[in-house]
């Protein structure tokens, strides 16, 4: 399996930066970002980790379900993740969630049938003072209202 | 170019960390440099290990990642003239909700937490760090790339780092998805490669951390304060907040507050003066009822109880924390049943499984208050939340035990009527018989 020339080359410096015989740590942050282009964390990817590495594929397949973000199904080409956790849900988290849903008529986890969008309720991601915050794929949104969620996600609808 | 910021500072801060903020470019090395940044450094340089760790003894700081240890004393612990390497690792992993001021500090002023990293690198004889960066966070490590990056090429990271003959190589690393990362020897399980689950200590990781070996791990917001610390002196740094709780902290405001936001403020301000003044009050001129006083993990304060200062030990006192300096703020209007069912969920989520009284205990927490919330609750499901949450205190590995019974106890204690209330109407002769 090879990645892009800059994935290529990231994992080239990161597979640097440990001590010496200590490898196994660039098995998380080289799952995420080879998740990135892969869309998901297949069999295929989990031995490419794996032989990089230099552990078994075990060892990579059981951290998979421990961290949230890691998939081994593909997400929607733009994943909305709505928080609702405590600061978020006192300024109207919880209910621009639920609009989230409606929107684009999926649940939680879910992938639009044409696999533009998929939707997550997702714990605190640390943009509690700018309440109630959206990330869509990486690009955070604050102080968002329903009415900004339905410009957002119909930008994207517009977009390739 | 001019920097956004998020939100409008406050006349009523005191400005350290966050002095740079919103300062064209505050982000690059050259505004770092041209407003007193690597001073500490060089300063650092003159001067003993011995000398830098009393400095920071002196300035009374403590960790600002949540436990409030006192950063000095930390310092101390790691055997620096050890054989093995010594690594610094940096936490930020934030995501204690209710807390958002680790990304503030390293997007518009990197270069302060990396000069903070390179004096602790100087103090333990350490020539290597780790910053462990949430994988929420993809844009902040792309952007501490590029801060690494710049650092590097103008000689204030990798060999003889600016001319003084001292090496460091700072790294990004990238979570994904855990909030038991954020426990220091999760995190160092994740930095090695396996699912994040906390180790059992001693060891600590001061003696035997990342790999191994002695480490010093602390927070972003921790590292951040050093340069003023070493620049201006220790007792000027603890002259700024309260006996034992020196220094300057982001408190981060949210929930029903006029003026969301991240302000830095004096350990020591009054809790109520940060809601009202620096905040705006609450919105609608509606009455207070409670205050999560340091992320979720703290157990809530009633109205009546937030006339006080915000330091560590007087938080103590009340039975709270100051933890990570999320502070919540809720209206009367709020529903504190809604509200424990949220926190619960959060912890039921997070708990990393390891331990039986975490992965059990925050599952049943959590259905108890799930059926609360759907109208089935029962009289005797409010006590059984109490004693529920107390047989977790203190039985659980690591603290996401304790921080997900905590708030649960102080809401249960504290807001009875809020689940009375809640309790489903019966006909007399029903209750009769449902006992």
Sequence with gaps: ?????????????????????????????????????????????????????????????????????????????????????????????????????????????????????????????????????????????????PEKLDQLIDALKKAN | MPTKLYNEPSPLETKVLSKRFGLDDSHSLEVYLANEGFKAFLRARQMTPEQIIEEVKTSALRGRGGAGFPTGLKWSFVPRTSPKPKYIVINADESEPGTCKDRLLMEYDPHQMIEGILIAGLAMDAHKGYLYIRGEYRYLLDHMDRAIGEAYAKGYLGKNIAGTGFDFDLYTHSGAGAYECGEETALLDSLEGKRGVPRMKPPFPAVAGAWASPTLLNNVETFSAIPAIIRNGGAAFAALGTPKNGGTRLVCISGHVNKPGVYELPLGYPMLKAIYDVAGGIPGGKKLKAVVPGGSSCPLLKADECDIPMDYDTLAKVGSMLGSGGMVVLDETTDMVRFALRIMRFYAHESCGWCIPCREGTTWLRKILQRFDDGGGRKDDISLLGELSKNMLGRTFCALGDAAAMPTISIVEKFREDFERRLPKVSAQSQLVTV
């Design chain 1, 1 to 145: 399996m090879t990645f892009s020339p800059q994935l290529e080359e990231r994992f080239a410096k990161m597979l640097q930066a440990y001590p010496e015989g200590r490898k196994r740590s660039a098995v998380v942050p080289m799952l995420i970002y080879a998740q990135d282009e892969t869309g998901a964390v297949t069999p295929e990817l989990i031995e490419e980790v794996a032989k990089r590495c230099e552990v078994q594929p075990l060892q990579v397949d059981e951290v998979v379900g421990y961290y949230s973000m890691l998939h081994r199904k593909p997400l929607g080409k733009f994943h909305v993740q709505v928080c609702t956790n405590i600061s978020c849900m006192l300024v109207g988290g919880e209910e621009l969630y639920e609009h989230a849903k409606k929107k684009l008529g999926i649940g939680n986890k879910q992938v639009t049938s044409d696999g533009k969008f998929s939707l997550e309720e997702v714990e605190c991601m640390g943009a509690c003072s700018w309440a109630p915050a959206v990330e869509i794929n990486y690009d955070f949104h604050h102080f968002v209202t």
